[in-house]
């Protein structure tokens, strides 16, 4: 193998077998994460016609499309909120318990939003113990009075907001802690109250960071599917199922799939847009902290009441009852069919999350070894997954390999007569590419975090001792990044665990996890018993959420 000579940084390299390799696997990667938008565009282009599409216009895409921007505007708008406000309460304010609050504020993340729905439902639906307790209370007739209905697209929204709100907490209290005290100070001295300071100076500072996190809580939210189909709220997601599974009509799935990625890519525009703003908003910080103001009387109860009211409604009381719901369910966790949804669970869950982990590895360190445009093309493509809803993938890459399965078929019929069927539609394989394009954003994060930390010395001198690019991998990248690798396969983990729209779609025949399986009893009506499977969930969900309250912890 022909040696590599390296600048004092690193920044040329002449190529060799290993980085040949690794650029093979590098670009291919890439590929994979371009396949299903490719083909969602292909698809619906090609697949479709104007019928479809006139079809479509005229009586469902309007009612989507409605449906989808009221809920983006009530989950952006309530997790600004709430995010905001708590971070920071918890970070610039001093009021009983605020230490417990930093971390516990953290808690509702480890909870899917479809799970959130099957607890509140149980409890607020008409046969709720709520709304059971008030007729009893009362003695009024089920039309006696009224109630605000779970099953709708406000209750959609409410799920969404108490679990994504974290994602705009963890972002504004990072910009909080960073902010120096000089700007707010004079805020202050020129006559600004504490509030007008925080919203003409503070909130301002901390927007880009903010902005990502709102975005972060859209894109989710225009990937839900669990939430939105158990409450019937007909939004895309449930379009993309409906028309691919209910009226097996693959063309009006593409096209709907493709609407939803052209406005998801718009979104991750912006969200990468103000990400790279916020590295800039504050480039004359000073090393002076904000002082915590401390709150007595009734504002100390006021911001406690502000900060226990979401950690309460969107992790404890939830907790609570699942946990009573799993009692009084007919469901055997430990029965040979629930240790097969573990198993099933698991296993996909381990596999994708070892393959995307490889996956961020070969297009992060690809990149540092051969900077320049391509491989900053492909680690942009990659990033582009997180962006894509679970069905837009699902659909995307179910279309080509459709195709080509059934191309094989015919050819070896005509030429052998022996049927090949579906080798890879349908395949557990195929499944694992799509949680790997699906989840691979955070795995990058998670191992870009982690390199940023390797000097380029350090290859440098791994260089002059004779190791090769894949050795310097080996023997000195991969031992320093351990704790970085180990989140990321945890995060990827407990993300296959939750993710519902891509299982649903792309699962093998009779080959159900703990997320179907929850699903299914919940569409049944069976509450109490999808309350078994989602306890699961959560609790693998707690791991992750654990790790972040660490980091939480250490800030400070």
């Known amino acids: 193998m022909a040696e590599i000579e390296y600048a004092e940084h690193g920044a040329r390299h002449r190529t060799t077998g290993g980085t040949r390799v690794l650029a093979v696997v590098a670009y291919t990667v890439a590929a994979i994460c371009l396949l299903p938008m490719l083909a969602v565009g292909l698809a619906a282009i090609i697949g479709g ?11 469902v895409l309007p009612r989507y499309t409605m449906t989808t921007m009221v809920l983006i505007m009530l989950v952006a708008t309530g997790t600004f909120a709430i995010g905001v406000g708590a971070a920071w309460l918890v970070t610039m304010t001093r009021f009983p318990g605020v230490r417990i609050f930093e971390i516990a504020l953290v808690l509702p993340l480890a909870f899917p939003a479809y799970v959130l729905a099957y607890a509140y439902t149980f409890v607020l639906d008409h046969p709720g113990i709520v709304q059971t307790t008030l007729r009893d209370v009362t003695g009024w007739g089920p039309r006696d009075y009224w109630f605000p209905e779970i099953r709708s697209t406000g209750g959609a929204a409410i799920m969404l907001i108490l679990v994504l709100y974290p994602y705009v907490y963890l972002l504004a209290r990072a910009a909080f802690l960073q902010q120096s005290a000089g700007a707010f100070l004079a805020a202050r001295v020129l006559g600004n109250s504490a509030w007008s300071a925080f919203w003409k100076v503070s909130l301002p500072m901390a927007r880009p960071a903010i902005a990502g996190g709102v975005l972060l809580t859209v894109m989710e939210t225009i990937a839900d599917f669990g939430t939105v189909s158990y409450f019937g709220v007909q939004t895309f997601a449930t379009g993309i199922y409906t028309s691919w599974f209910s009226m097996a009509d693959r063309a009006a799935a593409a096209q709907l799939a493709l609407c939803l990625l052209g406005f998801a890519l718009f979104l991750a525009v912006i969200e990468r847009t103000q990400r790279g703003r916020a590295k800039y908003h504050q480039p004359g910080k000073s090393d002076m902290s904000m002082p915590p103001a401390d709150l007595k009387g009734w504002q100390a109860g006021l911001a406690l009441t502000l900060c226990v009211t979401p950690v309460v409604f969107g992790f404890a009381l939830p907790a609570m009852i699942l946990f009573e719901m799993g009692l009084g369910s007919e469901q055997d966790l430990l029965s040979s069919r629930y240790v097969g949804f573990i198993r099933n669970s698991v296993m996909l869950a381990s596999t994708a999350a070892v393959v995307t982990v490889i996956a961020a590895i070969s297009v992060g360190f690809y990149q540092r070894l051969r900077p320049g445009r391509m491989s900053g093309a492909a680690v942009y493509s990659a990033r582009l997954g997180y962006a894509v809803p679970g069905g837009v993938i699902a659909v995307g890459l179910m279309v080509p390999f459709a195709a080509f399965d059934n191309a094989l078929d015919a050819w070896m019929r005509a030429t052998f007569d022996y049927s090949t069927g579906l080798l890879v539609t349908g395949s557990i394989w195929l499944l694992v590419g799509a949680y790997m394009v699906r989840f691979l954003a955070a795995a990058l994060s998670a191992y870009e975090g982690g390199q940023s930390t390797v000097h380029a010395n350090m290859d440098a001198a791994a260089r002059s001792l004779g190791a090769t690019p894949m050795g310097t991998l080996r023997r000195v990248h991969l031992p320093i990044l351990t704790p970085s690798l180990l989140t990321a396969l945890l995060i990827v983990f407990v993300d ?44 693998v969900g707690l791991l992750p959420v654990i790790l972040i309250c660490r980091q939480v912890g250490r800030r400070r």
């Open 496 to 539: 296959v665990m939750k993710e519902l729209p891509a299982t649903m779609i792309m699962r093998p025949f009779n080959f159900d996890t703990l997320a179907v399986q929850a699903h299914r009893l919940a569409s049944d009506e069976r509450l109490e018993g999808a309350a078994v499977p989602s306890l699961v969930i959560v609790a």
């Open 49 to 59: 016609d104007i019928e479809t599409i006139t079809h479509l216009t005229n009586t």
